[in-house]
């Protein structure tokens, strides 16, 4: 059975989960700069990951946690909700269909209309 833990910055409680049978995955959602090496640490304990955004510091960090998770054949994944939406898969059959021409750049924002229904910003009674 595939369990999800969130990891805290805890030495006690990281220990427990590193070397404890259950869970069989963690989530690590402290801040960025301990995503290395608690995402190391579950790793070579035998856990798969799902790591917060972003990954780690830099590419260099994100190529070790990437090659670490591979060598030990483990799921490694960063926490881009998105990419599971049906609309990215859609564009995605359409970018690799070449439906779309050659793309040069691509431009993209993401929000919410905070003055449209019950986002509405000057609703006080919220």
């Not at 955004?53 to 994944?77: G, Q, Y």
Request: proline residues 3%; hydrophobic residues 40%.
């Amino acid at each position: 059975m595939l369990k999800l833990v969130i990891e805290s910055s805890n030495e006690k409680l990281l220990n427990f989960y590193a070397f404890s049978t259950s869970p069989d995955a963690v989530y690590i959602g402290v801040i960025h700069p301990g995503h290395l090496e608690l995402g190391l640490m579950m790793l070579d304990a035998g856990k798969h990951v799902l790591c917060e955004k972003p990954l780690t510091m830099n590419e260099k960090h994100s190529r070790k946690l990437i090659d670490h998770a591979k060598a030990k054949n483990l799921l490694l994944v960063e926490a881009i909700w998105s990419r599971f939406f049906p609309s990215y898969r859609y564009l995605k059959s359409r970018l690799d269909a070449y439906d779309l021409g050659d793309i040069k750049e691509v431009e993209v924002e993401f929000g919410f209309d905070l003055h449209a229904g019950e986002f509405d910003i000057q609703d006080r009674s919220m």
